[in-house]
């Protein structure tokens, strides 16, 4: 039975990205979660951060020697596009995708040193 993945929301990808990031996820008042910058910003996951905030994710990112060992070229060049030329929208959505990939490489890992 194949199972249908639900597209995560901004605020379910926005939560991923902080936690990547080392940030710690808070709920206000109203149900909203957000995350402190170490500069004292704000972010508000329900909404998409800024182009800012995404750029120091994709710098992150960029450094993983995961991503430059096992991403297939052709892919990373395409999340490098994304990055470059989306909207704000398709470069959360590429960096939440990679930021996936590396946990699904750094948890196999940590199953074969288990092994040992």
């Given at each position: 039975?194949k ?8 605020a ?14 808070s ?46 070229t ?24 990679c ?18």
């Amino acid at each position: 039975m194949k199972q249908n993945k639900e597209t995560p929301t901004i605020a379910e990808m926005s939560e991923v990205v902080a936690k990547y990031m080392g940030l710690e996820i808070s709920k206000n008042m109203y149900g909203d979660t957000y995350s402190e910058l170490h500069n004292g910003d704000t972010i508000f996951h329900r909404h998409i951060p800024s182009c800012y905030w995404l750029h120091e994710v994709w710098e992150k990112v960029r450094e993983e020697e995961e991503i430059e060992k096992s991403l297939p070229t052709h892919l990373f060049t395409i999340i490098t596009a994304r990055f470059l030329y989306g909207t704000p929208f398709e470069i959360l959505t590429a960096l939440y995708n990679c930021i996936i990939f590396i946990n699904q490489l750094k948890q196999q890992a940590n199953g074969k040193h288990s092994n040992i």
